[in-house]
């Protein structure tokens, strides 16, 4: 199984988790593009895409651009550039929309090439969902594209509904639920054994929701437009999913559903 790892959706987490239920001799990732599951030497014969409401992960990269991360690696790679992201999460994200406006956010990027040597906020799953390569940004991501690759996966996530996630994936693979999948016992739900891999290691103070102001939220939307069609319309298979399995188990798997973006 391929499991795609989207910068700030729950990739690590992802990867153990669905590791438990398959194997991880059995299991590939990357931080690439969705075509890199077409890898022949591997021999890969599902996916897993897991994407996540786009402002809550826009949020989360400008923390861990902010941040660092945390100690190790990613403090290393952005030496030279660290010191350059914006104090402020509205500063961040205004500078990305006035780059998307000039038509300066396109053409081939690397990391260092970024002004601030870390992710690039626009339409970011769209982008990873269609890339050929992940530092090539096309002037305008292709909808259609994402679309029909996330429709194509053989496993779509939620990570606003992780744990459900996981129990859809057990469901699918293993052709049973655990115990921990019935949302209406309290006790055996919460004795899921998941994981939550935090990049935020040294406890660096973070940006959260609840003090961003409306105004910059319209930014962060408009520049997830694609990421936000993206996002409805693979929550809208998801639940339908859920449901099914459900149906076919006789057991409440969700019992808050995520709401559309």
Not at 146 to 168: D, F, P, R, T, W
Not at 205 to 213: G, V
Not at 223 to 230: C, K, S, V, Y
Request: hydrophobic content about 40%.
């Amino acid at each position: 199984m391929y499991v795609l790892h989207i910068a700030k959706v729950g990739g690590c987490s992802s990867v153990y988790d669905v590791s438990m239920a398959v194997g991880r001799a059995n299991v590939f990732t990357s931080e690439l593009c969705y075509l890199d599951r077409f890898d022949p030497e591997k021999n890969i014969n599902s996916t897993m895409v897991m994407l996540r409401a786009p402002r809550g992960h826009v949020l989360s990269q400008y923390n861990h651009c902010a941040t660092g991360g945390g100690e190790g690696g990613w403090k290393n790679l952005m030496a030279g550039t660290f010191d350059l992201v914006p104090k402020t999460f509205g500063e961040w994200v205004m500078n990305y929309r006035e780059l998307q406006i000039q038509n300066a956010s396109n053409g081939i990027i690397e990391i260092h090439d970024d002004p601030y040597g870390c992710y690039r906020p626009i339409d970011r799953q769209s982008h990873i969902l269609t890339c050929t390569q992940p530092d090539i940004y096309p002037a305008e991501v292709s909808i259609d594209a994402a679309l029909h690759n996330m429709y194509e996966a053989e496993h779509v996530g939620i990570l606003e509904a992780y744990q459900e996630s996981m129990c859809l994936l057990h469901a699918r693979k293993q052709g049973a639920l655990p115990a921990w999948c019935n949302c209406n016992d309290a006790m055996q739900w919460g004795q899921a054994d998941l994981s939550h891999v935090s990049h935020n290691d040294d406890g660096a103070a973070i940006t959260l929701m609840e003090s961003i102001p409306e105004e910059t939220l319209q930014v962060v939307d408009a520049l997830t437009a694609n990421d936000r069609m993206l996002y409805n319309a693979a929550l809208q298979r998801f639940v339908q999913e859920i449901h099914e399995v459900e149906k076919q188990y006789g057991t409440k798997i969700m019992c808050a559903e995520p709401l559309p973006v």
